[in-house]
């Protein structure tokens, strides 16, 4: 059995599925190393504009697999201190790929997503939920720090500093209803929905520039990293200058809209 799925649903548009749903996709490493593998392998497709993750079954991911973490690999000959550290590695890489892929990736929120699931949201470029999906900062409620796998720095960036530290000191669930309200995710949907919109956002998507869309997930990505506006504006100015300059884009959407036609951006 695959415990991650890599589907073609639309058009440029891959779909990245969790797979173990009887444990409710937990981030056993037999599931989180594949699905990093994955990540990385359609962030180097070119035919992939866009990329949807979600879980299969009711939920997203529900953390850490308490019951089968499942092998890690490579750990002959270390103690249990460079283990644990080479685990965290395995799971903060996922971290990263979603972040690094050139692709943006849109989070379908399908069920809970707890813990080190919270983290793997937030760390998508967009979210949409079902009206079934609820987050928690899980880490506190086992008597562990609810920072981390990057929910520190990602959260307080989401939704604000005040309500970032009342939910992950807290402990508590966040409904979809109240993620919306509060910016962690785009919008609800009905859960029947939420795939279908997933996918019209995407093609939507992938109907622009290549490199327009990905400069502008490196340039959103940068001014959350950003020491000053002055810094960030020389960024984007540069990304901004790659484009018009190197490509013919903006000029077939002049002509595109003389045509009443959608443009059709070569780069």
Not at 111 to 121: I, K, Q, R, T
Not at 145 to 156: D, F, R, V, W
Not at 157 to 180: C, H, K, N, P, Q
Not at 211 to 234: F, I, N, P, Y
Request: charged share 25%; proline share 5%.
């Amino acid at each position: 059995m695959s415990f991650v799925l890599l589907d073609r649903p639309r058009e440029h548009v891959a779909l990245i599925t969790m797979n173990r749903p009887e444990r409710r996709n937990a981030m056993a490493f037999d599931v989180m190393i594949p699905l990093r593998e994955t990540i990385e392998r359609v962030s180097r497709d070119n035919d992939v504009r866009v990329i949807v993750l979600t879980g299969a079954g009711d939920g997203f991911c529900s953390g850490a697999d308490l019951e089968d973490p499942g092998p890690l690999p490579d750990i002959d000959g270390l103690t249990l201190p460079s283990i644990a550290r080479r685990a965290m590695e395995e799971l903060e890489d996922v971290v990263l790929a979603l972040r690094k892929a050139h692709q943006p990736v849109i989070g379908a929120i399908n069920g809970p997503a707890v813990g080190g699931g919270m983290c793997l949201s937030l760390a998508t470029d967009i979210r949409l939920a079902s009206e079934t999906a609820r987050f928690r900062a899980a880490g506190i409620n086992n008597g562990l720090t609810a920072a981390e796998l990057g929910l520190s720095y990602l959260l307080p960036r989401a939704i604000g500093a005040s309500r970032a530290f009342e939910i992950m000191l807290s402990g508590r669930d966040v409904t979809a209803g109240e993620a919306e309200r509060i910016g962690l995710v785009s919008r609800t949907v009905p859960a029947p929905d939420l795939l279908e919109e997933c996918y019209t956002l995407a093609s939507r998507i992938a109907a622009y520039s290549r490199l327009g869309v990905e400069l502008t997930k490196r340039m959103l990505w940068s001014s959350l990293d950003t020491a000053g506006l002055q810094s960030h504006l020389e960024h984007e100015g540069t990304a901004q200058l790659l484009v018009r300059l190197t490509t013919r884009n903006f000029e077939e959407s002049i002509r595109a809209r003389k045509d009443s036609r959608p443009p059709d951006f070569m780069d």
